[in-house]
């Protein structure tokens, strides 16, 4: 499967149909056919090094590989081949990278592998379930680390919340003065006040959902493209949404609950005398 | 003047100052940590790479070195003619395969490097004394392995390599003397690894007829011939696939592409709040003192001085918040490190987060520039207000 | 010397697309060392024609000379100059910078004129005497009386010497015992030579003051010099 360096070359798309010999098949992923428009039953010529000399195949049939995260990333292109084809193209006589190993039911895979490594020479045997955890052991790293940016980036947005929040109360000082002047109670003032930042930072929240979602397809669409899978990069699942808008909801309304209560707790005439 | 009317302008809303400051410091801390992120594992792999000035990989046709088991057969000719090489400086064979260990009743499973001690680009030593050429029977061994078994300098073991596939037996034992700690510069976190003669190992590892190598480190004399040596080895060494540190780093490069993109754009929304954290607060804080700056226009100072004031406001403000960036970025540096390097078989000696005098200078200046540009705005509308107008208005 | 020569300034505001004419025609000389009030009915463009003097707005039309210099085609950079150096406001609400000391405050027009940081200090110092404030020299705006802060507003507007001292009711948020006392300071100004126009409300300030401007609709409506006091 692994047809790591190997240099593609392409010949025209000629007809090479007329070729008494078969060629050798191949079968190239979905990608590679797009990328070069190539067809089933075209030919193409493939060498491991651009000094290398190449062989012609012929592309027996065009697949799609299973979305593999591992590997979208890198951009190569998969060419599967007959074993012993690769090998000769590779001039690797007799060798192969792994080889997968079906045991009898009921032997359990560590005892098969133990007994496969006994007398190891140039090889080593894993059990599947082993190189699987391995690599959702990458991906646990992976997910860690993103979660440590999405705190530092609620850290972040926690703080410009604030900021707004409290500025947007600040704001009514003078208002704040001219109702208590008026001689409207406390509570009232409080009250609208907080109702204000309650409906602030809901409209806030929702806006910030669709900008999200927005986000997300854009990044979908843009890295999907870039790397041509089906791989979902961003989701925005709804207890991401529900936590976004309960932490901007919670410290919305926290602190606009706190600097309208320095609002009217303050003498009317102090506020007035700041505002002007 | 100028200084006391910024500073205690900023004083004036302590809670409202702390919190920019505190917003500019987190998103400094990601801008950081991106700008570390995005060139630190490149330069840390690549450090790592030429770590003992070996500029060239010789590794199994189609493989990257260490990618794989596979090996590259009848090493000697190809050794010989690389050291016959006018530009070459040293050729440093590196074999790995596993050995045993008894410990006790269990057995211990070791990675054993076989190496030629006069060129071996591989090891740093730490303790004890090094190999030196032609000795059979010393063994250098990482600190990890050295733990694990309970090995001093001067220990006497008993080595066991890979079971021979015709007799399955483990014929080949060695008894070999700790001469020295050495650290391994390619070597994960914690594994148990062993180095001794190149040719000793071969023997271990029953492979003395196939006389392989798992990979060669090549030095050239000077750093511009390296590309040239590079391609000469390929033309005349079909089996192996040839490379140069930098054409290892490119395709390093290549599959850490994710990070470099999420660092690119996780920098980006850090500039943007930043910027927009400090054109918010001066803006609100510029309307709300509008009065004053039409007053201060009134008594005769020039516009270009009311957007000085203004700026130096954000200025402060940006320079306390990159200064709290800069520590809260390497500190979260240090800790997203820690989770980035706990991927499994990664290097020890690799970093992602690499606190570089440069990537911290360009971040904090790149948020210094981003706050004093978004105090812009606010500046030109202070500037700009219609004095009698402005008084009018403030005086109502 | 003439300080002022207005001739014929008129002055147009447009309030979304409405056009109100504050001044509709205004002849005005002032010479140096003369005291003279504004008066008139609210509206009647007296603070109007204080920003114009002052270089604060310019004129629709007519022509404006300060200290002989033609005041209309000037730069921003020019005006902000000439009220910085040659003129000084005293503002009803006084205006100053609450973050700063009372001495600070004075000292800011000299700072900007470019006066060096010693000089500032005892110019300073020796206008905060002058009002009567040496004593709450390093207090901050906000911790003193309206009339230390119309005091400290004084001295800042004499802080440059400029030729000509405008005050758009100074009075008016002081209550009468404390603008007597602000009154009696512009009486030494006078004494000293100072060339002040005073706009106002205030019948006791009118009486005091020699020549009086009476401002209706616009225009002026007496201008009249009192013969004694
Ligand atoms: N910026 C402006 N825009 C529109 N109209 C204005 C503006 N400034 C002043 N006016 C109008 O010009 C006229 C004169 O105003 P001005 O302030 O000069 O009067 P005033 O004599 O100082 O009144 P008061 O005694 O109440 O202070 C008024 O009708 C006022 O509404
Ligand atoms: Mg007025």
Redesign the interface.
């Known amino acids: 499967m ?1 047809s ?2 190997v240099v593609l070359l392409l010949h025209g798309l000629a007809l090479a149909a007329s070729t008494a010999q078969p060629l050798p098949g191949i079968a190239i992923e979905r990608r590679l056919a797009d990328r070069y428009r190539l067809a089933v039953g075209d030919t193409v010529r493939l060498t ?1 090094a651009a ?2 000399p190449a062989a012609r195949y012929l592309v027996e049939a065009i697949y799609q590989p299973k979305a593999d995260p591992a590997t979208a ?3 190569e292109y998969q060419i599967r081949f007959h074993l012993p084809e690769l090998s000769r193209l ?3 006589a007799d ?1 192969v ?1 792994r080889i997968a190993v079906l045991g009898r039911p009921g032997i359990p895979a560590d005892s098969t592998a133990f007994r496969l490594n ?7 045997a894993y059990p599947s379930e082993r190189i699987a955890s ?1 690599s959702s ?2 991906f646990a ?1 992976v997910s ?2 993103h979660r ?2 999405g705190v ?2 609620i ?3 926690a ?2 919340l ?3 929040m ?2 947007k109360v ?2 009514r000082r003078l208002d704040a003065a001219v109702m208590r002047m008026i001689g409207i109670s406390r509570a009232t003032v409080f009250r609208a006040f907080v109702l204000e930042a309650t409906l602030v930072a809901a409209v806030g929240s929702g806006l910030g959902v669709g900008l999200a979602a927005v986000a997300g397809a854009l990044t979908n669409w843009v890295y999907r493209r870039r790397f041509e899978t089906s791989l979902v990069f961003s989701h925005l699942s709804p207890d991401i949404v529900a936590f976004g808008v309960g932490l901007s909801l919670v410290l919305g309304v926290a602190v606009g609950a706190l600097a309208a209560r320095r609002l009217v707790t303050a003498r009317p005439l102090a506020l007035w005398r700041r505002a ?1 | 003047m100028t200084w006391a009317l910024v500073v205690r302008s900023l004083f004036r809303h302590p809670v409202r100052t702390a919190l920019v400051v505190a917003g500019i410091a987190v998103a400094a801390a990601l801008l950081l940590d991106m700008v570390m992120l995005s060139g630190g594992m490149e330069r840390s792999f690549s450090r790592m790479l030429l770590s003992r000035g070996f500029q060239i990989r010789l590794s199994p046709k189609g493989t990257l070195p260490f990618d794989t088991e596979a090996m590259i057969p009848a090493i000697t000719p190809i050794l010989d003619d690389l050291r016959a090489d006018p530009d070459v400086e040293r050729v440093g064979p590196v074999l790995a395969t596993s050995l045993h260990v008894r410990v006790g009743d269990s057995l211990l499973t070791l990675v054993g490097y076989g190496v030629d001690p006069a060129g071996q680009g591989l090891y740093e030593l730490e303790a004890g004394a090094d190999l030196v050429p032609g000795d059979s029977t010393g063994l250098l061994v990482s600190e990890p392995a050295a733990a694990a078994a309970g090995w001093q300098i001067g220990d006497t073991i008993r080595l066991q390599g890979r079971l021979d596939p015709q007799s399955a037996r483990a014929e080949a034992e060695r008894v070999v003397t700790v001469r020295g700690v050495v650290r391994f510069l390619y070597d994960a976190r914690g594994q148990r690894s062993v180095g001794a003669d190149f040719r000793v190992m071969q023997r271990l590892g029953r492979f003395p007829d196939a006389d392989p190598a798992s990979m060669v480190m090549v030095k050239v004399r000077a750093d511009d011939r390296v590309d040239s040596v590079a391609a000469r080895i390929a033309r005349t060494h079909r089996t192996v696939e040839v490379n140069s540190v930098a054409a290892l780093v490119v395709q390093f490069r290549s599959r850490l592409v994710y990070f470099q993109q999420l660092s690119l754009i996780l920098a980006t929304i850090s500039l943007v709040v930043g910027v927009l954290l400090v054109g918010t607060i001066l803006t609100i804080t510029v309307s709300e003192r509008i009065g004053e700056f039409a007053v201060l226009r009134g008594i005769g100072v020039r516009r270009a001085r009311v957007v000085r004031l203004v700026m130096a406001e954000g200025a402060v403000l940006t320079a306390a918040g990159a200064i709290g960036g800069v520590i809260l970025g390497l500190a979260t540096a240090r800790y997203l490190d820690a989770i980035l390097t706990s991927f499994p078989g990664l290097p020890a000696a690799i970093s992602f987060f690499v606190p570089e005098r440069t990537a911290i200078a360009k971040a904090a200046v790149a948020v210094f520039v981003a706050g004093v540009a978004a105090s812009g705005y606010p500046a030109w509308l202070a500037a700009r207000a219609p004095i009698a107008e402005t008084l009018r208005a403030d005086a109502e | 010397m003439t300080v002022v020569l207005g001739q014929d300034l008129t002055k147009v505001y447009s309030l979304n697309g409405r056009q109100v004419a504050a001044l509709r025609g205004v002849s005005l000389t002032i010479a140096a060392g003369e005291y003279l009030a504004i008066t008139g009915p609210s509206g009647s463009g007296k603070s109007t024609l204080l920003q114009l003097l002052g270089g604060l707005d310019s004129p629709t039309g007519g022509r404006l000379e300060l200290m002989g210099r033609r005041v209309e085609g000037l730069s921003d950079d020019e005006l902000t100059d000439l009220r910085l150096r040659q003129v000084g406001f005293i503002f009803q609400r006084f205006h100053l910078m609450s973050v700063l000391t009372a001495r600070e405050n004075v000292e800011l027009p000299l700072a900007e004129a470019g006066v060096g940081r010693r000089e500032r200090s005892e110019r300073a110092a020796e206008l905060l005497a002058y009002v009567g404030l040496a004593d709450r020299a390093d207090h901050r705006a906000t911790q003193l009386s309206g009339g230390e802060m119309q005091r400290v507003a004084i001295a800042r507007a004499l802080a440059n010497r400029p030729a000509l001292i405008l005050a758009d009711e100074p009075t008016g948020e002081l209550d009468a015992a404390t603008g007597a006392q602000i009154l009696e300071l512009f009486d030494r100004l006078h004494q000293d030579g100072v060339t002040l126009v005073v706009v106002t409300h205030d019948e006791h300030l009118a009486a005091r003051v020699p020549r009086r401007v009476h401002l209706l609709d616009g225009r002026i409506d007496r201008d009249e010099l009192a013969t004694a006091r």
């Open positions: 692994s790591f360096g491991p000094d290398r990333l890198r951009g590779l001039g690797a060798r990278d006994q007398p190891a020479f140039g090889y080593r391995e052991r990458t790293v860690r680390f440590a940016i530092i980036s850290v972040a947005s703080v410009f604030l900021c707004i409290l500025l600040e704001e002007g």
